[in-house]
């Protein structure tokens, strides 16, 4: 089965900021990759997915990940976070028809 | 995207008792739910993967006669929390896929199940 590695649970930041989230994942096989959102109070959200082509995906509310197979690696990105970024992101990769979910990241942005 | 609703949102139950969480896919056909548990800061866990019509796959460690799932159409899955104990107090949420290739799961808001 895999598993998704998500560090550093809390992030706290200033608006405009630049925000990196690590994802690391074992697995063997083909991998679909995902990056899901909650925000307070809410069901989780697709903020971007990769299943095949380019490495680097944009997905909404101006994230993108990449994706280095190298690595094992599925990083989030963000050049400029806002307040309304405060929420809990989850790394997930779907292998053998499972999602695998990552721990989460907290992140806090200040205004 | 396609919308996932939970009923109830949260519940609270005598330990012992029974309590059942419903799943619907609101505009779309869902061949396949998931189940999963959330505990405060820690990750989704599947629970179990169920076809509508077949009898759904555990998890392991996860106890079948305990949770009893039910997905009976393609909008429709229900969670069982049969005699239910503290320890089962957590955070349920549904996920539904739809069929066909590069298929996406959409997740309902989850319910919170407190245990006395």
């Known amino acids: 089965a895999q598993s998704v590695s998500q560090h550093n649970h809390h992030v706290i930041l200033s608006e405009a900021a630049s925000l990196e989230l690590g994802c690391n994942y074992s697995y063997g096989g083909t991998v679909n990759l995902f990056w899901y959102v909650q925000y307070p109070g809410q069901h989780l959200q697709l903020l971007l997915k990769y299943f095949s082509g380019d490495p680097l995906v944009k997905g909404i509310k101006g994230f993108e990940a990449e994706f280095i197979k190298s690595k094992f690696s599925f990083n989030l990105r963000k050049p400029s976070v806002q307040w309304s970024d405060t929420a809990e992101y989850f790394c997930a990769v779907r292998g053998n028809n499972r999602l695998a979910f990552g721990k989460g990241n907290q992140v806090v942005v200040i205004p | 995207g396609a919308v996932v609703s939970q009923h109830p949102s949260r519940v609270i139950c005598k330990s012992g008792t029974s309590v059942k969480i419903e799943c619907r896919s609101l505009d779309f056909q869902a061949t396949t739910m998931f189940w999963y548990r959330q505990f405060p800061k820690q990750s989704l866990m599947l629970m179990a993967t169920s076809n509508e019509g077949s009898k759904a796959t555990y998890e392991q460690g996860v106890e079948k006669d305990k949770f009893l799932i039910n997905h009976a159409s393609l909008t429709l899955s229900t969670l069982t929390v049969t005699s239910a104990h503290p320890e089962d107090s957590s955070f349920y949420i549904c996920?539904?896929?739809?069929?066909?290739?590069?298929?996406?799961?959409?997740f309902g808001p989850g319910t919170r199940l407190t245990v006395l």
């Open positions: 996920s539904a896929r739809t069929s066909g290739g590069y298929n996406e799961q959409f």
